[in-house]
């Protein structure tokens, strides 16, 4: 995995999930990789203790790869997931 300073990885979609609970916050998340392609990245921005361990823990479970993560001035960080092939 790949901590970034910014935003420099590139992604194919983006989903905001700081205003989600979970379990959410891997809810929304699948159905966002769902409806994309394979080899895909979606970037996610998340925020709190559960959704951070729980989505990449999840996430790569399922077969997804973490590619990298960033963490933002306001507490929320972002991480970028590419669809399992």
Do not use: S, Y
């Not at 998340?29 to 559960?50: F, I, N, S, Y």
């Not at 963490?71 to 669809?83: C, H, M, T």
């Amino acid at each position: 995995m790949i901590f970034v300073t910014g935003e420099e990885q590139t992604h194919d979609a983006d989903l905001d999930i700081t205003a989600e609970t979970c379990p959410m916050t891997f809810v929304r998340t699948r159905l966002a990789l769902d409806r994309m392609l394979p080899g895909q990245v979606l970037r996610l921005r998340l925020k709190g203790d559960e959704p951070r361990r729980n989505v990449p823990r999840t996430a790569t479970e399922q077969g997804h790869q973490l590619l990298a993560t960033a963490e933002q001035a306001d507490g929320a960080a972002l991480l970028w997931i590419r669809k399992k092939g």
